[in-house]
């Protein structure tokens, strides 16, 4: 197992490395360097301000909907909820993974002040909304940039692969989240390879237990709550102000777009994004996708260098100066001594109950 992994991930860079030196090269042919320096040169600071507003805006919103989900189940006050989005985007941000370990972060955050089960769901349903919003703000805006043609030539295949791919992963989040007790035969056929007679039986009994709790905190999701409809809002607003980093960006280099252009653009970057697992700061992938989304929407080269150089610049001094501070004090509250000791027993208890081996666990 340790061994594809160090497989896939050295493909997955090798990928990123080929996607990066092949734009490197494209951009290098015919590079105009005299209009670069003049487009430098002509960048004021009050151009800068509006991209610094809305990168704080982006993720301002996602922790206003992370409170507005979560604040009558938990008592979470905003605060609180600005403190575990933050940490969940350091984590994301040094541990890249598909947001894998950020959404694991905000569970045992969740778990400080409930249990297991509301703490699993509620991170899941958050998850779902994030897909689901998105997936829903890519299809929306690209009906409304149909009459601009030549970017669905330019980006057919993006959108071919991420939006069936976001429809099924809101799916099965969907499963997993209102419908738990139907993984329970397909969970315990897998445990079966690991335990056996009354172990296995008991294993069932609790799953079925747990499973039962996971899907009454899902009671909680009813479309009618105005807490759920405050989130979907606060989503939309972060996705929105998502595009006005690029599009300010854009305009910074001298390089006017319709924003609405910018808007199926995370498409480019959802797909881009999935070669960064393991890199700090999703660095070059994130900025090759900037760099072709410019170049999809047929900004000169240089000037879509050096829109990324400008926004991505400013995107990783507010990401440090916004989310590093916050973050670790979060990180090191929720993963605290005792935190982890708590959950180190759960295993230990797991282990003996089961009469399972599990690592790190004495």
């Given at each position: 197992m340790k061994v594809e992994r160090r497989r896939a991930r050295r493909a997955i860079f090798l990928l990123q490395v080929f996607i990066v030196t092949a734009l490197a090269a494209y951009i290098a042919k015919d590079f105009d360097i005299y209009d670069f320096i003049y487009a430098l040169?002509?960048?004021?600071?009050?151009?800068?301000?509006?991209i610094v507003i809305f990168e704080v805006l982006y993720y301002f919103s996602n922790a206003l909907a992370f409170w507005f989900l979560s604040r009558k189940r938990f008592g979470l006050s905003f605060s609180e909820a600005y403190g575990a989005s933050m940490m969940s985007w350091l984590v994301d941000i040094l541990l890249p993974?598909?947001?894998?370990?950020?959404?694991?972060?905000?569970?045992?955050?969740?778990k400080t002040k409930s249990d297991w089960a509301s703490a699993i769901s509620y991170a899941l349903f958050f998850r779902l909304l994030i897909s689901s919003t998105l997936v829903f703000f890519i299809a929306f805006s690209s009906l409304l940039a149909l009459n601009m043609l030549y970017l669905y030539s330019s980006v057919a295949l993006f959108y071919a692969l991420t939006i069936p791919l976001g429809v099924l992963l809101s799916a099965a989040m969907w499963v997993v989240v209102f419908k738990p007790m139907i993984?329970?035969?397909?969970?315990?056929?897998?445990?079966?390879?690991?335990l056996r007679g009354e172990a296995l039986k008991k294993f069932e009994r609790d799953l079925g237990e747990f499973l039962a709790k996971v899907q009454d905190s899902a009671r909680d999701f009813n479309p009618s709550n105005p807490h759920l409809l405050a989130a979907l809002a606060a989503l939309m607003l972060q996705w929105i102000s998502g595009i006005f980093t690029p599009y300010f960006s854009l305009r910074a280099a001298g390089v006017e777009i319709n924003p609405i252009l910018i808007a199926p653009g995370y498409t480019v970057l959802t797909v881009f994004s999935l070669a960064s697992v393991g890199v700090p700061f999703m660095?070059?992938?994130?900025?090759?996708?900037?760099?072709?989304?410019?170049?999809?929407?047929?900004?000169?080269?240089?000037?879509?260098?050096?829109?990324?150089?400008v926004g991505r610049g400013i995107t990783v001094i507010t990401t440090l100066a916004l989310i590093y501070p916050v973050g670790v004090v979060y990180i090191k509250r929720t993963f605290s001594t005792s935190n982890l000791e708590e959950v180190r027993a759960t295993l230990r208890r797991i282990?003996?109950?089961?009469?399972?081996?599990?690592?790190?666990?004495?």
């Open positions: 040169r002509a960048l004021d600071l009050a151009d800068l301000v509006p993974s598909a947001f894998i370990e950020g959404d694991l972060a905000r569970i045992f955050f969740l993984l329970r035969s397909w969970i315990v056929r897998a445990s079966a390879r690991f660095l070059g992938s994130v900025d090759s996708a900037l760099v072709t989304l410019y170049l999809l929407l047929r900004v000169p080269k240089e000037r879509a260098l050096l829109a990324t150089l282990s003996t109950e089961y009469g399972v081996r599990i690592p790190l666990v004495g």
